[in-house]
């Protein structure tokens, strides 16, 4: 099953509504969010990635779906909303980044035993995709010092600002072989489209 598949116009592609709803994670929620980002558009590719985030409050889901049209990409992210003493909120949220600001797209692949690449012997071990754009930025801050350990006085603060970036990894083991065929398949798509 190939993860590509142009719809008309409005339409989600089945395969890519049936990857959400396989995820279990709130899939009418994700659903609608994801379709609102992409109105009229027509879906070229996708890619969708369920994980576990570890907490110091316990183990919640976050799931990434990530939507290619002709002139943009869409990055929707539906967490638990852990602040909720009840338990029962969800984030979800949408960003539509148009290609021309998306930055460097890098696909990253571990390959065992790379001299027998090609063969059954070979194994691809894990894969990272990560992208970057200049749509937004956030700012890292922490106090200033002088490297003295005795000096008590008010450096102010020192920071950098950074491009927003997303990373999502995936491996045989833990994602199965299909969903990082589904990652390795995505990237090269959205590597081809960016200029």
């Known amino acids: 099953m190939r993860q590509e598949a142009k719809t008309t116009p409005g339409q989600l592609p089945v395969s890519l509504l049936t990857q959400i ?3 279990g994670f709130f899939p009418q929620l994700v659903t609608d ?11 070229d ?9 570890f907490a110091p409050e316990g183990i919640g889901r ?15 992210h539906t967490d638990e909303h852990g602040d909720d003493p009840a338990g029962n909120t969800a984030i979800s949220s949408t960003e539509s ?9 890098a696909l990253t692949r571990v390959v065992s035993k790379p001299e027998s690449f090609g063969s059954a012997a070979a194994e691809i071990v894990e894969t990272w995709l ?6 937004m930025r956030r700012i890292d801050l922490e106090p200033a010092n002088c490297g ?3 000096c008590t006085a008010d450096h102010g603060f020192q920071g950098s600002a950074v491009a927003e970036d997303m990373v999502i990894r995936m491996s045989p083991v833990s994602d ?12 090269t798509s959205l590597q081809q489209r960016v200029h």
């Open 21 to 23: 709803s396989d995820c």
């Open 33 to 43: 969010s994801v379709a609102l980002a992409v109105g009229e558009e027509t879906v």
């Open 45 to 53: 590719a996708f890619l969708v990635h369920h994980e576990a985030t």
């Open 62 to 76: 976050h799931l990434s779906v990530l939507v290619l049209t002709a002139t943009r990409l869409i990055v929707s």
């Open 97 to 105: 980044v148009p290609l021309r600001l998306l930055g460097a797209v």
């Open 130 to 135: 990560t992208l970057s754009w200049s749509t």
């Open 148 to 150: 003295d350990p005795t």
């Open 176 to 187: 199965g072989a299909d969903s990082v065929r589904l990652l390795v398949e995505f990237g």
